[in-house]
């Protein structure tokens, strides 16, 4: 079955660690995103990628970088100069054609500990 | 700023009955309208997709669109328990901007 991987679903980290959240379609989609979402605060876009080997910032992408080398991989990294970085991350991709929306992978939810 | 406004609830709603869900928008050149749901603790789940003036119904669902008062609806007929969720409208120019979700609470 299609659809797109988030690993871990869990991931604990110590304060000035780097870590990275895997996210993997086999939908064949063109564009990938990535958003974090805290309680009461909605979806926050940090990056998006609309083809392989570019990417573009999002609201909040201080803190966090991503890659996109393959068309089926889009990594974030949550870098130790993300100040709050506990949260829900969830990783979304999409044809790229105007009438499609978002399909979303099952989240990472990072914890610093 | 292009903005996607939703009351946040909760929206209580006796078991049986029509939950209507309500979403405003302030980008007048979107072309495509999606709500999403979204179970405690999981990942937002695209249930419908609206793209002209009008209703359209998909089971106990119905998206209703107004993109002359900028507005998006959706209704969900016989709510049942399991509809408890926080529902998100999204409204894509460029690309989509999501709002903050209506918590729904179907009461048994």
């Known amino acids: 079955d299609g659809g797109i991987t988030q690993s871990p679903k869990y991931l604990f980290r110590k304060e000035g660690q780097n870590v990275t959240l895997s996210c993997e379609q086999n939908?064949?989609?063109?564009?990938m995103y990535w958003y974090r979402q805290d309680p009461g605060q909605g979806l926050r876009l940090i990056y998006y990628s609309q083809i392989v080997n570019d990417f573009q910032k999002g609201d909040i992408a201080e803190g966090y970088s991503v890659s996109r080398e393959k068309k089926e991989s889009f990594p974030l990294t949550v870098t130790s100069a993300q100040k709050n970085p506990t949260a829900f991350y969830l990783c979304?991709?999409?044809?790229?054609?105007?009438?499609?929306?978002?399909?979303f992978g099952s989240g990472t939810r990072l914890t610093v500990v | 700023q292009k903005e996607v406004e939703q009351n946040s609830g909760p929206l209580s709603v006796p078991e049986g009955a029509i939950a209507s869900l309500n979403c405003t928008y302030s980008?007048?050149?979107?072309?495509?309208f999606f709500w999403y749901r979204q179970y405690s603790g999981k990942s937002p789940e695209l249930i419908m997709s609206i793209y002209s003036n009008g209703d359209k119904e998909d089971g106990r669902f119905t998206a209703q669109l107004n993109k002359a008062s900028q507005y998006v609806s959706l209704l969900i007929r016989d709510s049942q328990p399991s509809d408890s969720a926080t529902y998100l409208c999204a409204v894509r120019g460029d690309k989509i901007i999501f709002g903050k979700g209506t918590r729904l609470h179907i009461l048994p």
């Open positions: 939908l064949n989609h063109d564009a």
């Open positions: 979304a991709s999409s044809p790229g054609r105007i009438n499609y929306g978002y399909t």
């Open positions: 980008d007048r050149v979107s072309q495509s």
